[in-house]
């Protein structure tokens, strides 16, 4: 993967498509960053666009990036339109910082990522749960643990379902789960072979789609990683991040997905302070826009870059796959035919 810098000595150019929940977080971030300009925000409803901030409104993400030409677009529209929204900034020699998860089948993203070559324009995926104090701590005392045999997550919340994830027929796996996926790649350091999968609705949820899961991967290294959640689970609620224990050959190491890490065997590391919180913003983005600037200026690849999240999205679009057909499904890698 390469793409080109931006070097020239101003601001870098920033839109955004799509405003709705995360894009006006995505606002408050790019407003904020001292080596951003934003200069355009576009929504299939434009109405939709905050007119209190000052950023010109667009009712087509193609006609934006053609009229005021930025240097990148973050893309904060819904998953099914995450392809084409991307394609048309990519093309026309954006680079793009994506919402996750990536795209909805692994074909699609794998089409972003080869567009982006194309091009020689970055294109990353915030994976914005990587960055919290948290999971920074807790992945430095995992990386103690020596080889991991067992890692396990279990994400429970009762949580009550928006449009766009009643329009899924799985909106667990398919829309949430990927924060999990790409955390323990995150924290383990290993990528995904194979997948067993069972998502479901239970008799008693108020979702119409199987919004429970629980999946079994084999990850490089021959660890295990074991992941169970639902999003009709009333009481005793995880945190949105789950909560972890990692079994490895010199101790284990637990995470409630907040601020607590115990551990035996190893010393669990301490949380350091998140210079960028605060009550009116959201956990993770700031940190992902600085490693994207960082990126589009120096050429260093970023967490997230889209060819490293293709194997997060994998076990997403894998454990579909495990699910609808009953069987242990291989994951694919990017590349391989
Ligand atoms: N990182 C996180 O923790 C986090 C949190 C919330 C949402 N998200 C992700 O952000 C994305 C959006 O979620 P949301 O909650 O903001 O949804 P939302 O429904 O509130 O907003 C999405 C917006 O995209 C617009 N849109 C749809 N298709 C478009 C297109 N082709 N061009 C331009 N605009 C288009 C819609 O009109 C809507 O205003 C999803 O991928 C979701 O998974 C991530």
């Not at 169970?228 to 050959?249: D, E, F, H, K, V």
């Not at 115990?262 to 949380?271: K, N, R, S, W």
């Amino acid at each position: 993967m390469t793409f080109d810098t931006v070097t020239e000595d101003r601001p870098l150019r920033a839109v955004i498509a799509g405003a709705g929940f995360i894009g006006r977080q995505w606002a408050t971030e790019l407003l904020l960053h001292p080596d951003v300009s934003l200069v355009g925000w576009a929504d299939i409803d434009p109405s939709k666009v905050p007119a209190g901030r000052g950023v010109p409104a667009f009712g087509s993400v193609t006609e934006m990036v053609e009229a005021v030409r930025p240097d990148f677009l973050v893309n904060g529209t819904v998953p099914a339109a995450h392809h084409e929204v991307t394609l048309a900034a990519l093309e026309r020699g954006v680079s793009v910082l994506s919402e996750k998860p990536m795209a909805v089948t692994f074909e699609e993203g794998a089409d972003m990522v080869a567009a982006a070559d194309r091009a020689r324009r970055l294109f990353m995926v915030s994976q914005n749960r990587r960055y919290l104090p948290g999971l920074v701590a807790y992945r430095r005392t995992v990386a103690e643990l020596g080889q991991l045999a067992i890692l396990t997550s279990e994400f429970y919340i009762p949580y009550k379902s928006v449009k766009f994830l009643e329009d899924l027929p799985h909106p667990l796996i398919q829309d949430m789960a990927i924060h999990l996926f790409d955390a323990a790649r995150a924290i383990s350091g290993a990528d995904p072979l194979s997948v067993y999968c069972e998502s479901f609705r239970p008799a008693a949820s108020w979702y119409t789609g199987a919004c429970s899961a629980t999946a079994i991967f084999e990850m490089t290294g021959g660890l295990r990683y074991v992941f169970s959640g639902s999003w009709s689970a009333p009481g005793l609620q995880t945190s949105w991040t789950g909560s972890w224990r990692a079994i490895g050959a010199r101790g284990t190491a637990v995470w409630d997905g907040g601020s607590v890490i115990g551990a035996e065997g190893v010393t669990p590391v301490e949380l350091e302070p998140d210079p960028h919180q605060a009550r009116d913003r959201f956990p993770g983005l700031a940190w992902a826009l600085e490693e994207f600037v960082g990126a589009l200026r120096t050429g260093r690849p970023p967490q997230g870059e889209g060819h490293d999240n293709l194997a997060s999205l994998a076990m997403v679009t894998s454990a579909l796959e495990s699910a609808l057909r009953g069987e242990r499904i291989k994951c694919p890698l990017y590349g391989a035919t």
